[in-house]
Structures are given as C-alpha cells and as structure tokens.
C-alpha cells in the first residue's frame, strides 16, 4: 500500500507545550504536505517539504523529512488552545498527482 | 489570495437522487481534483482531471460519478444516483502542477 501510518493517533497536552507528530510512509515520494482540520471543516493547508529538503519551518511549526527512514515530523512549538485539530501528513508520488492523505492525529490543547 | 471555492456548503437530498456539487478552481490552474471525506474517516481521492479528461480516479469514482468543466471557470463532480453512503463532506481542489489548493468543502446528507 502507498499509504502510511501517523502517530499518534491522539495527543492531549498542555497549552504552552510543544506537540511532536509523526509520519511514515512505503514508497519514494515526490513531497509530503501537512495539512489541518478543525472539526467537520476544511483543510488549511500547512507546509509542503519535498523530496530534496529535509526540514522546513513556518511560525510555530517544523517539518522534517528523512527520506532513507520514510518517515516525516511535524512539530508545533509552545502549543495555543487554538491548534486543536486534526493533522493530516499528505503524500504526493509526482508533481500534479493525486494527494494521498493518512489517517490523521487527533490534537488537543488543554487550558 | 486566490482561493477554491465550493457551492453549495451544505446539501441535503433524498437517495437516489442526482446532485451536483460546484467548484470555482483558482483561475490560471490546469489540474483539478475531487475528494471526499467521510465522517470521522480520512480524505480520499476521487478523481483528477486535467486537458478536459480525467486523468486517474480512484475505485470509489465508479459510474455513478462524473465530472464536468463546463465553462472556463467552474468545476462540477455530479452524483447520479445518491446512496447513504454518499454522505460525506466532498473537496474541490486546483493546482498549477505544485501544490494543490483546496475549497472549504460541500457537506452531503444523503437521506
């Protein structure tokens, strides 16, 4: 399968913590995206890294690729009640292809 | 900043009936995309289309699918048929062959 996995599935943590999610997938990727969702709403579409890249940052948040271990991190520094959502990491195997999207880790933010 | 858009949000409709979700791509993109999302499930591909034909679909866009970019501007996906399990929450996305910008989205209830 050209799907991966996420881990967590679920993560509570402290407001002001940092949240470390991870992602891991079969075959050669042309980019990885991660992407938000509040609950039944749109996805906000995060960071794009690509193949070549190994980490990205963006504000509060860091991505990081290894390519050898086929596995991605999402990281997002001093966590704010309002990054309770799901994310979702995204695989892309060409430019222009279709998204394949994991299964998501479920964020929560306590006060 | 250019973005997808979707009509309508929300769509109730009673089995077996047609509907037509519509999308406005960001208007200098080439590629297009359908996906869905089932409550509480992940974002899966539908079907791509580029050069006024699709280019890859998935098992779940079988006959009962279609898409149709009637004019210059909008991007429709219409179900002929509606089943129960229809129901979800249906995202346009365009891209101009990098990253792939989504719509908020349309809620389908099937009943």
């Known amino acids: 399968s050209q799907q991966g996995e996420e881990d967590p599935q679920a993560l509570s943590i402290q407001e002001g913590e940092n949240a470390t999610m991870n992602c891991s997938y079969k075959?050669?990727?042309?980019?990885l995206q991660w992407y938000r969702q509040n609950s039944g709403r749109g996805l906000v579409h995060l960071i794009l890294?690509?193949?070549?890249?190994r980490e990205k940052h963006s504000g509060r948040l860091r991505v990081t690729l290894d390519t050898s271990k086929k596995s991605s991190s999402l990281l997002i520094t001093a966590s704010r009640a309002a990054d309770t959502a799901s994310y979702f990491c995204?695989?892309?195997?060409?430019?222009?292809?279709?998204?394949?999207f994991g299964s998501g880790t479920r964020l929560s933010i306590r006060p | 900043e250019p973005e997808v858009t979707q009509t309508p949000s929300h769509q109730v409709t009673q089995m077996g009936q047609e509907v037509i979700l519509r999308c406005v791509p960001i208007s200098n993109h080439l590629y297009f995309y359908w996906y869905r999302q089932i409550l509480g499930q992940k974002v899966e591909f539908l079907v791509s289309f580029y050069n006024n034909e699709i280019s890859e679909k998935s098992e779940i866009f079988d006959d009962q699918f279609s898409v149709e970019r009637p004019d210059g501007s909008n991007f429709t996906l219409k179900i002929r048929s509606t089943k129960l399990e229809d129901s979800a929450m249906y995202f346009c996305?365009?891209?101009?062959?990098?990253?792939?910008?989504f719509g908020p989205g349309t809620r389908l209830t099937v009943t």
């Open positions: 996305a365009s891209s101009d062959g990098y990253e792939q910008y």
């Open positions: 890294i690509r193949s070549n890249e």
């Open positions: 995204a695989r892309q195997y060409s430019s222009a292809s279709k998204i394949i």
């Open positions: 075959t050669s990727i042309n980019n």
